[in-house]
């Protein structure tokens, strides 16, 4: 059990929308991920999705019972989108985020648009120091 | 459903060891604490308890089979302390650190040493922007 420093865990892989699994919390995962340009529509239909921005600028597009709108994250601040809200995440360059979400939960949800081949449709990597 | 600004949330109290509940993740907490100085020894036997670093430095003191140790965290590194882990946070002046358990885990956990006044026993204080 050691600490891991995210700047360090970021500099050991280069895949962006892939995310890496840094430590768990009971039968959650806390997830690390480089971020660059659009991800996908998705959609969680049983779970929240925990994003907070280590560095860059994270947005997440939400399709709201009143429309389409666009949240900006800042380095350093948090959302939670609730399950069964579709989404979209894109980011500058040189963004990473941190997400938590119950392990087994796939990156692109239950439902989603056609997954560019940028984005890793997973439920997260293995990751060691 | 807007996003926190960890920092702008940190100017909105002052108390140490004494934590706001800035989101949730389902039935779980996300919870932004000040703290410096000594937290109290305690031990959360059914649940794991996530660490991030936000400023400033944590250290927390567990006790393992091998003895006791410290474990530091500069800002930006994360730490799971496991379920059934004696532990004993303390921290530099201007330290803040975000936590993740399940809600209504008391911050002094299932068993602990006397709690010194300035450590809040509590499982966690609403917040809103």
Redesign the interface.
């Known amino acids: 059990?050691?600490?891991?420093?995210?700047?360090e865990a970021l500099a050991t892989f280069d895949a962006v929308w892939s995310p890496r699994i840094?430590?768990?919390?009971?039968d959650?995962d806390?997830r690390l991920a480089k971020a660059e340009g659009e991800h996908v529509w998705h959609v969680h239909e049983d779970?929240?999705?925990?994003f907070?921005v280590?560095t860059g600028e994270l947005t997440i597009a939400?399709r709201e019972k009143d429309g389409e709108r666009d949240?900006?994250?800042?380095p350093?601040?948090?959302?939670?989108?609730?399950?069964g809200t579709w989404h979209k995440p894109f980011a500058a360059p040189g963004t990473a985020i941190?997400l938590?979400?119950?392990a087994g939960t796939p990156t692109t949800g239950d439902a989603h648009d056609p997954v560019p081949d940028h984005v890793d449709s997973t439920t997260g990597h293995a990751w060691h120091p």
Chains 1, 2 share one sequence.
Not at 1 to 7: F, H, I, K, N, Y
Not at 47 to 50: I, P, Q
Not at 76 to 83: A, D, K, M, Q, W
């Open positions: 059990m050691e600490p891991v420093a995210l700047t840094v430590t768990t919390v009971n959650y806390v779970t929240d999705e925990f907070l280590v939400l949240v900006v994250l800042p350093g601040s948090v959302l939670t989108v609730p399950r941190l938590l979400e119950p």
